[in-house]
T-cell receptor, first 114, second 112 residues
Framework: AAGVIQSPRHLIKEKRETATLKCYPIPRHDTVYWYQQGPGQDPQFLISFYEKMQSDKGSIPDRFSAQQFSDYHSELNMSSLELGDSALYFC?????????????FGPGTRLLVL | GQQLNQSPQSMFIQEGEDVSMNCTSSSIFNTWLWYKQDPGEGPVLLIALYKAGELTSNGRLTAQFGITRKDSFLNISASIPSDVGIYFCAGQPGAGSYQLTFGKGTKLSVIP
């Protein structure tokens, strides 16, 4: 079965640079979630989109922005990168339902800021 | 914000033993999910629970959604070496809020 695709898988950036992470949801899924996971930590919710509109917003820094496109893929744009942004970034997708929504995670993008 | 208390933090068990881990919350969740994560990889869904009291199995895994909607447990029977990894519980509030809140994880080590 098709899974969530994320690119790139690994990314190295310098401080103050920008980065763009991409997520391609499971076919027919209409909702995308972004999570950040620091070393030894649990994933923390950043932001989500349903039908190309922002749905929920979590602890996403103002330096980050995201959007969902007409083909349902999503991009997380990160500017003025800081050392503390080094983490695993996961995208999850789901088919939005009232009471049985399940999120499926991609393999993640490992971002290292030097 | 909502917090999930997951225990134990880590476990060392012999191959063939059964394992039990649980999550509790001060808030109600409409959905409980259990994921397994290998180092550097994305969380893989093990079991999804949607109704209070629901007991669901997936092979050697069994999970239950607590009656109060504030807790869930995961049992693994007859553990094998490939069960090694970090297990996370995650709660979804529902009622228009779909973001997941994760527990801190249970790191499982299996001794052959």
């Amino acid at each position: 079965a098709a899974g969530v695709i994320q690119s790139p898988r690994h990314l190295i950036k310098e401080k103050r640079e920008t980065a763009t992470l991409k997520c391609y949801p499971i076919p027919r899924h209409d909702t995308v979630y972004w999570y950040q996971q620091g070393p030894g930590q649990d994933p923390q919710f950043l932001i989500s989109f349903y039908e190309k509109m922002q749905s929920d917003k979590g602890s996403i820094p103002d330096r980050f922005s995201a959007q969902q496109f007409s083909d349902y893929h999503s991009e997380l744009n990160m500017s003025s990168l800081e050392l503390g942004d080094s983490a695993l970034y996961f995208c999850a997708s789901s088919l939005r339902t009232v009471d049985q929504e399940t999120q499926y995670f991609g393999p993640g993008t490992r971002l290292l800021v030097l | 914000g909502q917090q999930l208390n997951q225990s134990p933090q880590s476990m060392f068990i012999q191959e063939g033993e059964d394992v039990s881990m649980n999550c509790t919350s001060s808030s109600i969740f409409n959905t409980w999910l259990w994921y397994k994560q290998d180092p550097g990889e994305g969380p893989v869904l093990l079991i999804a629970l949607y109704k209070a009291g629901e007991l669901t199995s997936n092979g050697r895994l069994t999970a239950q959604f607590g009656i109060t909607r504030k807790d869930s447990f995961l049992n693994i029977s007859a553990s094998i070496p490939s069960d090694v990894g970090i297990y996370f519980c995650a709660g979804q509030p529902g009622a228009g809020s779909y973001q997941l809140t994760f527990g801190k994880g249970t790191k499982l080590s299996v001794i052959p």
